[in-house]
């Protein structure tokens, strides 16, 4: 009921026209403002790719005004600032879209995505035009591009002495932290551990004082937090190969001009064609700095966990709200 309990709520906020707060062209030649919110810290690659290519790139109509750190709006309450006109854009998950729309948990499931470049031909296929389209008409949220996050690895404060990870039966009772939403919860257990919904600005101390044995994360997002200060051993599940998307409020792009649109799309295009780059190009040397700070990274079972975790999802609830044949046509994407 969560999924659509958030979903008339939001459908209520834009029928009472707030969103037409959301700032739109100035008539008077004054730039606009572009307010982004996210729960990463300025130096995260998506908040890099944003400031560094988006915001140049808009600049000649539009300051660009970011908030990391979840200090402009709180991880998962973003969406709504948007639908009610308080913010202008955020990097947001699949897992944050499935609690409006169950479907999108599809794009959240192990083992689903292949590699970045598989995310952007599934993104830019016509399968996604049903999606964008219920995210535009019922939250008023505009989808712009897909953002690469990377590949997310099971890392524990355990040493491989204490808990050697093989096969999803050896998480069991690990308290892993995963988002509160109901996808990532989901795929927590489908690990097989003990999902716990934790704020991502709340990971490093509950790691250091022990609240939780674990997290998952790519591997550029351990070393951005210092994870690596408070654990001790990455098993590379790669259980999800996770994305984000540019949120953009529809009705400031509704007030934007044709070629402002189309610069706006570009940015956004730019930005996430970078930020993969560079993505993909930390994940790839990374790993010997993790382990110079004394934690032991290696490679389980993975077809144990991939069999594991896709199973989960036959018969599910989640599985449920897919549309007959989107698995299908994303498996044909792949390589």
Do not use: C
């Not at 707030?18 to 300025?42: N, Q, R, V, W, Y």
């Amino acid at each position: 009921m969560l999924n659509f309990t958030r979903r008339a709520a939001i459908a209520s906020v834009a029928a009472l026209g707030l969103a037409a707060s959301a700032i739109p062209a100035a008539a008077d030649g004054h730039k606009m403002t572009f307010t982004l919110a996210t729960s990463g810290s300025e130096s995260d690659q998506r908040s890099v790719a944003m400031a560094e290519v988006f915001a140049p790139m808009v600049a000649e109509f539009a300051d660009y005004q970011p908030g990391y750190n979840g200090t402009l709006f709180a991880q998962g309450t973003e969406l709504e600032a948007i639908a009610g006109g308080n913010l202008t854009m955020s990097i947001a998950s699949a897992q944050e879209l499935a609690q409006f729309f169950p479907e999108f948990s599809i794009f959240a499931t192990g083992y689903v995505h292949q590699d970045a470049a598989h995310q952007v031909r599934v993104f830019n296929d016509p399968l996604m035009d049903p999606f964008k389209q219920t995210v535009e008409d019922e939250l008023g949220v505009k989808l712009l591009s897909v953002m690469y996050l990377g590949r997310r690895h099971v890392n524990l404060r355990q040493t491989r002495e204490e808990l050697d990870v093989q096969t999803p039966a050896d998480l069991a009772g690990v308290n892993l932290r995963m988002p509160g939403t109901d996808a990532w919860q989901f795929l927590g257990a489908a690990l097989g551990a003990s999902p716990t919904p934790l704020a991502f600005s709340e990971v490093y101390t509950s790691l250091s004082s022990g609240a939780i044995d674990g997290q998952d994360n790519p591997l550029p997002t351990v070393v951005d937090q210092k994870f690596y200060e408070v654990t001790k051993q990455i098993a590379l599940t790669s259980h999800l190969v996770d994305l984000n998307y540019i949120a953009f409020s529809l009705e400031t792009w509704n007030n934007l001009t044709p070629d402002q649109q189309l610069t706006v799309q570009r940015a956004a295009d730019a930005a996430a064609a970078y930020g993969r780059l560079k993505q993909l190009d930390k994940e790839n040397n990374l790993a010997d700095f993790i382990r110079s700070q004394g934690v032991e990274i290696y490679t389980p079972d993975l077809e144990a966990f991939r069999a594991h975790v896709q199973a989960q999802y036959v018969g599910s609830e989640a599985a449920a709200s897919w549309p007959e044949g989107v698995l299908e046509r994303i498996n044909a994407l792949g390589n």
